[in-house]
């Protein structure tokens, strides 16, 4: 069992910057592929970037890439989603999600946070 606990979210304006943080406890972290998502009001929910147990792969969705980065830092058992130029587009619900196995951007891994709300205004 995993335990994710995320952070950060905000009302901010369009072109700021925030970075989200998702805290892991009750297993190995470094085991674990982590993920963020996203989901707005009335839509689907949205692959928004991965990390791999390593750190050494990332992968991002096209409506972040370039603006957001994912990392990780296993010591602290927390990965990180830093959101530059943000846009009120980006206005969602993000959830940080991990497993053992690569889900990449598929919305099926097995442990999920509670989430964090993120508004943009224009």
């Known amino acids: 069992q995993v335990q994710l606990v995320e952070s950060g979210g905000g009302l901010v304006q369009a072109g700021d910057s925030l970075r989200l943080s998702c805290a892991a406890s009750g297993r190995t972290f470094s085991n674990y592929h982590m993920a963020w998502f996203r989901q707005a009001p009335g839509k689907e929910r949205e692959f928004v970037a991965h990390?791999?147990?390593?750190?050494?792969?990332?992968y991002y969705g096209d409506s972040v890439k370039g603006r957001f980065t994912i990392s990780r830092d296993n010591a602290e058992n927390t990965v990180y989603l830093q959101m530059n130029s943000l846009k009120p587009e980006d206005t969602a619900v993000y959830y940080c999600?991990?497993?053992?196995?690569?889900?990449?951007?598929?919305?099926?891994?097995?442990?999920w946070g509670q989430g964090t709300q993120v508004t943009v205004s224009s």
């Open positions: 999600a991990a497993d053992t196995i690569l889900r990449a951007v598929t919305g099926t891994y097995r442990y």
């Open positions: 990390i791999t147990w390593s750190g050494g792969t990332t």
